[in-house]
């Protein structure tokens, strides 16, 4: 068995995997959220590593079979601090959904040069601007991370400080790319980047190549194992080698929290000025291959927002049962900037609005809008890239809706691929520990999840489409006024 640890932005996932590549067994608890102010979503990370060793301790009692391996995917952007012995949190960790750090970006003398050495546009969006704002806000804890007895990283980095007892301090190099420290044409950390946020270089974690292993758990920690961890990747650079779309030109859009189009370029990391983000997608062998990416902020956040904000559902899966309660949308476009807007149009302080309001407006009629709003989303991050594919992978929890994707298919005129196992995330991070201890190679990686249902355009949206863009820019008009 290959255990796979999923830690995203509600929960952890935990996965046992089979060398035939089936999941048999699953582990999943959530973890709360906190939001101390309008637009600042925090995590504690002891809250995100109590619910893994919980999701972990599900598979464990479901399986007899030695686990061989563990491979880590997680949430990027989002960052924390922990002491370097103890391992306990200094403050709760910034989630990438956090918008705090707009002024700290506003007035910091960067200029085009930050894009060109990371790929990614300045926002709010990356961990480097967190950092800045702790430095900035909580003197105490920063004071620490200078003098050497607190460290900093990413959640896959913390969890593995947590599952070697602080023997290891590392992150892979799909991972550390999400950080806006990290020039991804060198492949190492920045000295310039680091001095334009004053971020310390000895409280970051070594970088690694995403397969490969990196050090063992110890079993005083870890449910007695001493099991090597073996892959690691970001969840979306994830989903696309768990989509085994290792080809240039292969791609995949993830329907998670947050919408996340991925398209493999291979080993140029070509910095784009359309809206993408040119990221790596991972590191084998020392090598890099690069992607494309459209980072969409709310995707299943917004159904996640009409069950537990609005209670019009009671689970996220009632919302295709109710949107077919109606024949369409009753004139309704929703715009879910509920935490700014990403890719193409990178526009943080922009908030959530519902144009088309009626008397007879009805909850059916939100939730197509709801759903409409998800692929609108996807289509523009797909024109953006300007990709001529005749096909698209998905995976996702909201995936599984047969109405979104045929929503999806209509709009982009392609031809949609589902395959039998749709948490292609988790996977993405079994396959790349069964890679790095010789349990598969990657011919072997093709043929594990086969496609199970495809999805093929009936009809065309385009006039939905050019209504769903004047409502865009009706939305950020109203954030800049």
Same mark, same amino acid.
Request: with cysteine; hydrophobic share 40%; net charge negative.
């Given at each position: 068995?290959?255990?796979?640890?999923?830690?995203?932005?509600?929960?952890?996932?935990?996965?046992?995997?089979?060398?035939?590549?089936?999941?048999?067994?699953r582990g999943y608890t959530e973890f709360p959220q906190h939001y101390p102010q309008p637009g600042w979503v925090e995590h504690d990370l002891n809250e995100i590593w109590d619910a893994t060793v919980f999701s972990v301790k599900q598979v464990l009692d479901q399986i007899n079979t030695p686990i061989l391996a563990i491979g880590i995917t997680n949430q990027r952007e989002t960052v924390g601090i922990w002491d370097k012995t103890t391992l306990k949190p200094e403050c709760n960790a910034i989630v990438w959904?956090?918008?705090?750090?707009?002024?700290?970006?506003?007035?910091?003398?960067?200029?085009?040069?930050?894009?060109?050495?990371?790929?990614?546009?300045?926002?709010?969006?990356?961990?480097?601007?967190?950092?800045?704002?702790?430095?900035?806000?909580?003197?105490?804890?920063?004071?620490?991370?200078?003098?050497?007895?607190?460290?900093?990283?990413?959640?896959?980095?913390?969890?593995?400080?947590?599952?070697?007892?602080?023997?290891?301090?590392?992150?892979?190099?799909?991972?550390?790319?999400?950080?806006?420290?990290?020039?991804?044409?060198?492949?190492?950390?920045?000295?310039?980047?680091?001095?334009?946020?004053?971020?310390?270089?000895?409280?970051?974690?070594?970088?690694?190549?995403?397969?490969?292993?990196?050090?063992?758990?110890?079993?005083?920690?870890?449910?007695?194992?001493?099991?090597?961890?073996?892959?690691?990747?970001?969840?979306?650079?994830? *989903?696309?080698?768990? /989509?085994?779309?290792?080809?240039?030109?292969?791609?995949?859009? +993830?329907? &998670? =929290?947050?919408?996340?189009? %991925?398209?493999?370029?291979?080993?140029?990391?070509?910095?784009?000025?359309?809206?993408?983000?040119?990221?790596?997608?991972?590191?084998?062998?020392?090598?890099?291959?690069?992607?494309?990416?459209?980072?969409?902020?709310?995707?299943?956040?917004?159904?996640?927002?009409?069950?537990?904000?609005?209670?019009?559902?009671?689970?996220?899966?009632?919302?295709?049962?109710?949107?077919?309660?109606?024949?369409?949308?009753?004139?309704?476009?929703?715009?879910?900037?509920?935490?700014?807007?990403? *890719?193409?149009?990178? /526009?943080?302080?922009?908030?959530?609005?519902?144009?088309?309001? +009626?008397? &007879? =407006?009805?909850?059916?009629? %939100?939730?197509?809008?709801?759903?409409?709003?998800?692929?609108?989303?996807?289509?523009?991050?797909?024109?953006?890239?300007?990709?001529?594919?005749?096909?698209?992978?998905?995976?996702?929890?909201?995936?599984?809706?047969?109405?979104?994707?045929?929503?999806?298919?209509?709009?982009?005129?392609?031809?949609?691929?589902?395959?039998?196992?749709?948490?292609?995330?988790?996977?993405?991070?079994?396959?790349?520990?069964?890679?790095?201890?010789?349990?598969?190679?990657?011919?072997?990686?093709?043929?594990?999840?086969?496609?199970?249902?495809?999805?093929?355009?009936?009809?065309?949206?385009?006039?939905?489409?050019?209504?769903?863009?004047?409502?865009?820019?009706?939305?950020?008009?109203?954030?800049?006024?």
């Amino acid at each position: 068995m290959i255990l796979a640890i999923d830690a995203g932005t509600t929960g952890i996932t935990a996965l046992a995997v089979d060398a035939s590549g089936s999941i048999v067994a699953r582990g999943y608890t959530e973890f709360p959220q906190h939001y101390p102010q309008p637009g600042w979503v925090e995590h504690d990370l002891n809250e995100i590593w109590d619910a893994t060793v919980f999701s972990v301790k599900q598979v464990l009692d479901q399986i007899n079979t030695p686990i061989l391996a563990i491979g880590i995917t997680n949430q990027r952007e989002t960052v924390g601090i922990w002491d370097k012995t103890t391992l306990k949190p200094e403050c709760n960790a910034i989630v990438w959904q956090d918008r705090r750090t707009t002024k700290i970006l506003e007035e910091l003398n960067a200029g085009p040069s930050v894009q060109r050495l990371t790929g990614l546009p300045l926002d709010p969006y990356f961990s480097a601007s967190k950092l800045r704002w702790i430095a900035k806000n909580n003197k105490a804890v920063w004071e620490k991370v200078i003098s050497g007895s607190a460290v900093v990283g990413t959640i896959d980095t913390f969890l593995i400080a947590k599952l070697t007892n602080g023997k290891v301090h590392a992150t892979d190099a799909s991972n550390a790319s999400r950080t806006q420290l990290y020039d991804i044409h060198t492949g190492d950390w920045c000295n310039d980047l680091l001095d334009l946020f004053e971020i310390p270089k000895h409280a970051l974690a070594t970088v690694t190549d995403s397969s490969g292993v990196i050090g063992n758990t110890n079993p005083e920690s870890f449910f007695g194992l001493d099991v090597p961890i073996a892959g690691v990747a970001g969840d979306q650079q994830a *989903a696309l080698f768990g /989509q085994t779309q290792f080809e240039v030109g292969g791609a995949k859009c +993830t329907y &998670g =929290t947050g919408g996340f189009i %991925l398209q493999n370029t291979g080993p140029i990391g070509r910095v784009q000025d359309n809206g993408l983000i040119t990221t790596v997608a991972w590191q084998l062998n020392n090598k890099i291959t690069y992607a494309n990416e459209g980072s969409v902020f709310v995707s299943g956040a917004a159904v996640q927002w009409l069950r537990d904000e609005l209670k019009i559902i009671s689970n996220a899966a009632e919302i295709e049962e109710l949107a077919r309660t109606v024949s369409d949308n009753g004139g309704l476009v929703f715009v879910p900037a509920l935490t700014g807007l990403g *890719a193409p149009y990178w /526009q943080p302080d922009a908030r959530g609005t519902v144009f088309g309001l +009626t008397r &007879g =407006t009805q909850r059916g009629h %939100l939730a197509r809008a709801t759903l409409e709003a998800l692929a609108f989303q996807v289509r523009d991050v797909f024109d953006a890239m300007n990709a001529e594919l005749s096909t698209l992978r998905v995976d996702g929890g909201a995936s599984a809706n047969n109405l979104l994707m045929q929503i999806q298919t209509d709009l982009l005129q392609t031809t949609i691929e589902r395959p039998k196992q749709l948490e292609s995330t988790a996977l993405g991070a079994a396959y790349l520990a069964g890679l790095g201890i010789g349990l598969w190679n990657m011919a072997d990686l093709k043929n594990l999840n086969p496609v199970e249902s495809q999805f093929t355009p009936k009809s065309n949206l385009d006039s939905e489409y050019r209504r769903w863009k004047n409502a865009v820019q009706a939305t950020i008009s109203f954030a800049n006024h």
